[in-house]
Every structure is written in structure tokens, then in C-alpha cells.
């Protein structure tokens, strides 16, 4: 018998959430697996065989195309496969897809990673570096300019809810670890209030919150920035 239910390997950060939020708007069956990150377990060799990079998320379908399993990693990938697969929240027309693609492109290639830098240098790392702060932050106020222009204009970030938007809500969502106010930014504000009171999005950014740890111990740190460790 075919095993309907994907399979996440899952931790509660931004780049897990914006999987979540979609198989719940697809009303998909899904189990989640935890990937302790604080501990460690992105290392394993076991992990590693999912993706080398070591990171989640990492979807397993157990029938993708031509009925064979399917493991794929990087957030973005992933969305695209299941907007693809089911036919929704990618655009209907070519040039809802291409807008679709851009502002996803814009999530993976711009907002994540700089908010990311933002996020660690702010919050984690060893010593606090005014230059990468101040770098990082610049970034930071610079996409959220262009989020906003862009949504005082348009209700969504392409022409119609999309996976675009699931990409970018968790990141918005995290703003205080990167210094960013919404009251600066009116249209971001009220695009983030629109999809929070989606039910499938509270459903999709709740799972595992409550292990998010209130501090970053050394050995946390460690797993997380530093040396890895075999199992
Ligand atoms: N470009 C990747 C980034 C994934 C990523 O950075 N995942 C983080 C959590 S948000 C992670 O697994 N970090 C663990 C580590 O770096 O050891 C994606 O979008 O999937």
C-alpha cells in the first residue's frame, strides 16, 4: 500500500514554519520529525544521507513523480514541488508565475539569508560586532522598504495569495530578533495581520514552539555554529 502521509524533518524556525503553513494549506497528511538543531542531530550521518547540507527542512514524498519516493531539501524547492504537484498557491497564469518565482527568489536569495546574518549577529554570536550589526540591519531595512512599497500596492506579494507569501510571513514574523519594527512599515503590517488570521497559517506556525529554548547554552552554540559532531 502507497504511504499517503509526507514525511517533514522539521524544526520550529523559519524555513521549517513556511512548510508547515503550506501542507496545511494543501490540507495534506504530514508527520513531523523533529530535528533537535541545539543538539546536534542536523549533523548525524543519518540526517546527512537527507541532506548533506545538513540543515531543514527536508521533505520525503513516498510517491512523487512516477510513483517513486521523493527527498528533496531547500525551503524554496520545496514549496515550488507542492504548489507544483497540487496545481496551487503558484500563479495560474505565466505571469503570476514568474511573479510567484520572483518574490520566492527574493525570499531565498535576499531576506532569509541576511536576516539570518541579522538574526545571529544581533542575538548569538560570541562577541557583538558593530559593523556586521549595523551591515545586516541595513539589509534588513532595505527589503523591508521594498516589501512594503510592494504591498501598499498590491494585497499580496505576487497578484494572488501565494507561496511566496508562506515564505516570507515566517521571517516577518520573527522581526524582533532582527530589530525591525512594523510600525515603520504600515503595508507590511497589515499584510501580516491578513495571513496570521488564516487558520491553516496558525495551524502551520505552531508545531514545536514550546522547545524553543528562552537561551543558547555553549553546547547549543556549538551544534549550531561550530564544531560538528559525528553520531
Ligand atoms: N536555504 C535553506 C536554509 C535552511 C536552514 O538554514 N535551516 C536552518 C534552520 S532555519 C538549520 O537547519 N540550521 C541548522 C544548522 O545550521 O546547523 C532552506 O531554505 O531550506
Do not use: C
Not at 17 to 23: E, N, V, W
Not at 101 to 110: C, K, V
Amino acid at each position: 500500500m502507497i504511504n499517503q502521509m509526507f514525511e517533514l524533518y522539521f524544526a520550529p524556525t523559519p524555513n521549517g514554519q513556511k512548510i508547515t503553513i503550506l501542507l496545511e494549506e494543501l490540507e495534506l497528511p504530514y508527520q513531523l520529525i523533529a530535528v533537535d538543531l541545539l543538539n546536534g542531530e542536523q549533523h548525524t550521518t543519518k540526517f546527512r544521507t537527507l541532506n548533506p547540507y545538513g540543515k531543514i527542512p527536508v521533505l520525503v514524498d513516498h510517491h512523487g513523480p512516477g510513483g517513486a519516493p521523493m527527498t528533496l531539501y531547500e525551503s524554496g524547492a520545496i514549496l515550488w514541488y507542492l504548489a507544483n504537484k497540487y496545481q496551487r498557491f503558484k500563479g495560474e497564469t505565466p505571469r503570476q508565475e514568474a511573479l510567484v518565482m520572483q518574490w520566492l527568489m527574493f525570499q531565498m536569495g535576499n531576506l532569509g539569508p541576511f536576516l539570518g546574518q541579522a538574526h545571529h549577529f544581533f542575538n548569538y554570536a560570541p562577541e557583538m560586532i558593530d559593523y556586521a550589526q549595523k551591515r545586516y540591519y541595513r539589509e534588513a531595512t532595505l527589503m523591508y522598504e521594498v516589501l512594503n512599497a510592494r504591498l501598499g500596492e498590491h494585497p499580496f506579494l505576487a497578484e494572488t495569495y501565494s507561496i511566496a507569501d508562506m515564505a516570507v510571513y515566517p521571517w516577518v514574523s520573527a522581526r524582533r530578533a532582527h530589530r525591525i519594527d512594523l510600525n515603520d512599515y504600515p503595508a507590511v503590517a497589515s499584510w501580516h495581520q491578513t495571513i496570521k488570521q488564516r487558520p491553516a497559517v496558525r495551524r502551520g506556525f505552531a508545531p514545536l514552539r514550546d522547545r524553543l529554548p528562552s537561551k543558547l547554552e555553549p553546547e547549543h552554540r556549538k551544534h549550531l555554529f561550530g564544531q560538528q559532531q559525528n553520531p
